[in-house]
Structures are given as structure tokens and as C-alpha cells.
């Protein structure tokens, strides 16, 4: 009997572990406009202290991006992506507002390095 209900928990607890990761591999990709055509997520870093309106967050999350989009980006730059319409879902990770080209000018790095190594170290 022991037994039976160890398996069962390990079964309930396998399952919301797998539920838990899609809740998230949803989340982050809201953050990318669906027609970009983004589905692999290559890595994650977030930080939180807190929540509601007084939390802070801070993270990176890093991209594949398909051939059809890097194709897109060439042919039309950021007026490209400032066509792109917002996705389905509410809320502010659905707007798409502001979009910059790269490198990052130091103006607005306040003198620190922008590169991706200095972000996820």
C-alpha cells in the first residue's frame, strides 16, 4: 500500500513539474512577437525579489531565430519589426513599442559593456 501511494505521488509530482515547465516555456516566449516565428528557447536567466507593484525583476532570455526572420530582418531592418502587430494575449508582454538596432550605443549602457557575456555572468 506504501508503496502504490509512492508511486502515485511521484506520478502527481512528475506531472506538475512537466506542467510547471510549459507554464514557462509559454511565458517566455511571449515576450517575442508569434510572427517572428520564435519557438526555441536557447537559454534563461531571471532574477526576482519580491512581486506585485513593489518587485523587482531582472533577466535575459536568449533566442533561436528562424531563417525566415533573419531573411526579414535583412530585407527590412527595424521598420520590419515596427510593422509587426502585437500578440493575442493581453498584457504588457503583447506590446511592441520601441525597437533599436545594435550595438548598443554606450549612451545607453551608462559606460558598461552590453554584450551577452556580460549578462549572463
Known amino acids: 500500500m506504501l508503496k502504490r501511494a509512492l508511486v502515485l505521488l511521484m506520478i502527481v509530482l512528475g506531472i506538475?513539474?512537466?506542467?510547471?515547465?510549459?507554464?514557462?516555456?509559454?511565458?517566455?516566449?511571449?515576450?517575442?512577437?508569434?510572427?517572428?516565428?520564435v519557438w526555441?528557447?536557447?537559454?534563461?536567466?531571471?532574477?526576482?525579489?519580491?512581486?506585485?507593484?513593489?518587485?523587482?525583476?531582472?533577466?535575459?532570455?536568449?533566442y533561436d531565430m528562424p531563417e525566415a526572420t533573419y531573411e526579414a530582418l535583412q530585407a527590412g531592418g527595424i521598420k520590419w519589426l515596427q510593422n509587426l502587430s502585437s500578440n493575442s494575449w493581453s498584457g504588457w508582454q503583447g506590446r511592441y513599442d520601441e525597437w533599436h538596432s545594435t550595438p548598443v550605443p554606450e549612451t545607453e549602457t551608462l559606460g558598461r559593456p552590453c554584450t551577452l557575456r556580460h549578462w549572463i555572468e
Not at 513539474?17 to 508569434?34: D, I, M, N, S, T
Request: hydrophobic share 45%; proline share 4%; aromatic share 16%.
Open 40 to 62: 526555441r528557447i536557447i537559454y534563461v536567466a531571471e532574477e526576482a525579489w519580491g512581486f506585485g507593484p513593489g518587485g523587482n525583476e531582472t533577466g535575459i532570455i536568449v
Open 16 to 37: 506538475a513539474a512537466l506542467a510547471w515547465k510549459g507554464f514557462l516555456y509559454r511565458h517566455h516566449l511571449r515576450f517575442v512577437p508569434e510572427e517572428m516565428g
